[in-house]
């Protein structure tokens, strides 16, 4: 397996980047992660997602407030309709496990693609770490799609997978509430094949957890194709892990990777807080 080396320029002038695979993930240092960071810091940051597709920072000892802050430089916030947010700071997502916990996120997916208009990325920060476990995997949906042969990007090129959260969230809720969000949140129909609307690159964009076929194709054949596109996330060349530390940060793409949160911990405490930025709509 040969991957693309990306042809991106390593010189930054107010952060210092350094990549931790050859095509995603990079840990960035030089910073405070508050809403006052300089204009020309953010520009930085911001180019260093695009080309790393998921960043990292360590060390970040700030207060929520300075969280929500700094995720408001790169755009507007989104509440998930779902998930566990603080009572005072709905923006605020906010994911737990200890002894209680019965599993966890451990399915390779991009965030609520269930959505007309998906989240552009996601800041999450460690607030308590188990003493071993617990890590993120974030795969490179490009590089999976660049990975497929010739004529399977030739297959994949104009289809549309239809998104829904039932699978996910709708056993969770009534059925009462599980109408109300679907007259809110109804099924999308998303390209399998993203281009990204910066970087302009493909990227692959089907995800278990959320798709539940591929519109038009016979249910058979489109599930046998599903899962063949599926199973490129779980090639490592494509993979980048992180390993958490208290006050540890990811703030992903979520236009071009997945990630993988390993429940691989219990009964220890992991507790995670997340700002969303959102989105546009996939193209």
């Not at 030089?30 to 953010?42: L, N, S, T």
């Not at 959505?115 to 999450?124: D, F, H, K, N, Y």
């Not at 063949?228 to 540890?248: D, G, T």
Request: proline letters at 7%; hydrophobic letters at 35%.
């Amino acid at each position: 397996m040969t991957l693309a080396q990306p042809d991106f320029e390593t010189d930054y002038e107010t952060i210092q980047v350094e990549p931790l695979c050859p095509t995603v993930g990079a840990e960035i240092t030089g910073f405070r992660m508050d809403g006052e960071v300089p204009p020309e810091q953010v520009a930085e940051l911001r180019r260093a997602l695009l080309e790393w597709k998921v960043i990292f920072f360590r060390d970040q000892d700030v207060d929520i407030n300075e969280h929500l802050a700094f995720g408001r430089l790169f755009g507007e916030l989104e509440i998930h309709p779902f998930a566990p947010s603080m009572e005072d700071h709905p923006e605020v997502l906010v994911i737990h496990h200890d002894e209680k916990s019965k599993g966890g996120e451990n399915q390779w997916h991009s965030d609520v693609t269930w959505r007309q208009e998906p989240s552009l990325g996601s800041i999450l920060r460690a607030k308590t770490v188990p003493p071993v476990g617990g890590d993120t995997l974030f795969c490179d949906m490009n590089a999976a799609y660049e990975g497929l042969d010739e004529a399977t990007r030739e297959q994949i090129d104009g289809l549309h997978a239809i998104n829904s959260f039932h699978r996910v969230f709708g056993r969770r809720v009534s059925p009462e509430k599980r109408a109300e969000v679907d007259a809110k949140y109804p099924p999308a129909r998303h390209p399998i094949v993203r281009t990204h609307p910066e970087s302009g690159l493909k990227s692959l964009y089907v995800n278990r957890p959320f798709v539940s076929h591929i519109d038009g194709m016979d249910n058979p054949e489109g599930q046998q194709l599903l899962e063949r596109l599926y199973k490129q996330a779980v090639v490592p060349e494509y993979q980048v892990r992180f390993r958490w530390r208290e006050n540890s940060v990811a703030f992903w793409d979520n236009r071009t990777v997945q990630h993988y949160a390993a429940f691989d911990y219990h009964p220890q405490v992991r507790r995670v807080e997340r700002v969303t930025i959102v989105g546009d709509r996939p193209a």
